[in-house]
């Protein structure tokens, strides 16, 4: 990995399916990638990153700021701003959510941390329940359901029906929820992306092209926070 001289992280990686040189912005990491078919030359790959400087510069000052869960700060929740704040009872629960609100008690050191883990609790819980009861419309059972941090997916689906998405999703607006759950639970039946795999996610979560839009537009945002 080197250094740009605009202070980003920049891989190199060959790739076999390639077939010409490629650039990409990773939105979660905020790092470039180069990517380049087999036998293109690293020094020929830079010469191509430097007659396109300008393009990277305009994509990554486009990125969103980063949002560390700090006292303070607004973190979506199912679309909705809700503010951290230190809770002071002590007999309150160590996170809390609800008064557009995320209210941690505890050590201050820790706060990122607990907000990040009942996030990720809270996703986890909210998917399955959604991911249930669309499986349930179409009469198949979901083995089981986990969250993860994932960069590049926000979802996928197991052979044996296992499902897993990324924990994001609960910052999410309730409608890309339901978007990316009808997605994955749709491939209990399809795993593919063919024509009677889109109409039954048409059916399990109706003009989901809005939703999936949205996501396409503003997954970077989601990236930031954390």
Known sequence: MAELDLG???SIRFSARARRVGLR???AERKLELVLPRGVSPSHGLRFLATNRGWVVRR???L???VPFTEGA???VLGVAHRIRRELDATAPPVAIGGGEIRVRGDPMHLARRVRDHLALVAGDDLARRARQLAARIGRNVAGVKVRDTKSRW???SGRGNLSFSWRLILAPEPVIDYVVAHEVAHLVEMNHGPRFWRLVETLC???AKPRAWL???CSRLFSYG
């Open 8 to 10: 980003t992280p920049l």
């Open 25 to 27: 912005i990773d939105a």
């Open 60 to 62: 990554l000052e486009a």
């Open 64 to 66: 969103p700021q980063r």
């Open 74 to 76: 607004i973190v979506p």
């Open 155 to 157: 979802g996928s689906c």
């Open 206 to 208: 109706p003009d989901s």
């Open 216 to 218: 396409k537009r503003h």
